[in-house]
């Protein structure tokens, strides 16, 4: 039978191969190759407004189907009333879940406390 000592010790060494074997490209600074090497030998395209589109316009969105308007005082004090509602339901489903969770925690400190 393979004791408890010998089964963490390798669940760590697993778990420290695969942190030394993971590629961590993340935090590694990334060679900036030169802008000769990019460049090509074209005649028509040599200046840098032309690199970036600068030869064809994009067109425009057309936003003209929104319709825009300021709301109404009635309008805000529904969209308000409404707001308020949502929050007070999530003011009680924290609170709800918090005293839910505290349960457990208070029974162990009530055995911890309070038992023989």
């Known amino acids: 039978m393979i004791s408890r000592?010998?089964?963490?010790?390798?669940?760590?060494?697993?778990?420290?191969?695969?942190?030394?074997?993971?590629?961590?490209d993340g935090f590694t600074t990334q060679s900036i190759q030169s802008r000769a090497a990019f460049t090509t030998v074209n005649s028509d395209s040599?200046?840098?407004?032309?690199?970036?589109?600068?030869?064809?316009?994009?067109?425009?969105?057309d936003l003209s189907f929104i319709e825009t308007r300021d709301l109404t005082r009635d309008e805000m004090l529904e969209i308000n009333k409404r707001n308020e509602e949502v929050m007070n339901r999530e003011l009680q489903a924290m609170t709800g879940i918090s005293v839910l969770f505290s349960f457990p925690i208070l029974y162990l400190c009530w055995v911890a406390f309070f038992s023989d």
Do not use: D, Q, R, W
């Open 5 to 24: 000592n010998a089964i963490s010790t390798a669940i760590l060494v697993a778990c420290v191969a695969a942190l030394t074997l993971s590629s961590t």
């Open 46 to 61: 040599s200046t840098s407004l032309s690199v970036f589109g600068g030869k064809k316009k994009k067109e425009e969105e």
